[in-house]
């Protein structure tokens, strides 16, 4: 079951309770400042999503209104829009809305990563429109639905328009199965003058055999011998994390891994909010964080928290 098949059956199901054990309650003005890296926003009755099935726990309008109030006394100071694969012909819909919000100011939002298939013989003309905007920092496809089966990341005419990325400055998001880490190390070869983002530390499961949790391992270290790639520790407690049955414990495996696999100088914090609620709260996910990279310097959690994203997004 690949990560979008898991969300959609996960999200039919009944809400549970929040963590076993609820992690204590912060003062947000002692706590290190944070960057999301990959916000979410959607209106269903506005935007045509062909993976989200009417009456799932994500089939709502999850707007700024929705963000700002479930990241209220977060310390989240600012946030980068991921695009929500919405269908092809509302992506310049879904481009225009979000650019316009990120103009007004009014909201954490400071920067967007936009929809767009590398394949598509119309990208090149796509792209080009946000050369010169301050806001588009990249654009992705995701790669872990049917319509992108394995292999897709590694043919040519793809390959060809992440490349057109490289001349124009912006980044391409990866969000893959995790069996998929070795195609990533390929792309990554053969696009050397790009820069990437690894999203939700390449998709581990919380139900991975030991077998299966050491080639994770060993796939995501290979693909972070290239200097060229950014990871974002995100996303991942959706990926069978029982909401009300996980505490820090239990992902720090995973966190520490990847922070210590690519380094602090390449990671970052990412919401993936509202998918995270299918395994917990938006608070549940950033204070677990913040436990695990307790144990770190102070400088390391700044850099994860907030400084990395800030530099790689210029906000």
Known sequence: MHRRQFLSAAAAGVAAPLLATDPPKQDAKKMLPAIDTHQHLWDPSKIKLNWLKKGDALDAKFGPEEYAAATKGLNVVKSVYMEVDVVADERQKEADYITGLCKEGKTTMAAAVLGGDPADKSFGTYVAQFKDSKHVKGFRRV??????????????????????????????????RPGELPDVAKLLDQCPDNRFVLDHCGN???????????????????????????????????NGYEKGKWKADDIAPVVNTTIDTFGVKRCMFGGDWPVCTLAGSYSDWLTALRQILSNRPEEDQKRILHDNAARLYGI
């Not at 499961?205 to 796939?219: H, R, S, V």
């Open 143 to 176: 790669l872990h639905v049917d319509a992108t089966p394995a292999g897709y990341m590694l043919k040519d005419d793809f390959v060809k328009g992440v490349q057109l990325l490289a001349d124009l400055g912006m980044l391409f998001d990866l969000c893959v």
């Open 204 to 238: 581990p499961q919380a139900k991975f055999t030991a077998k299966q949790l050491d080639q994770w391992k060993a796939d995501l270290a290979e693909v972070a011998k290239r200097k060229n790639v950014m990871v974002k520790v995100s996303g991942f407690i959706a």
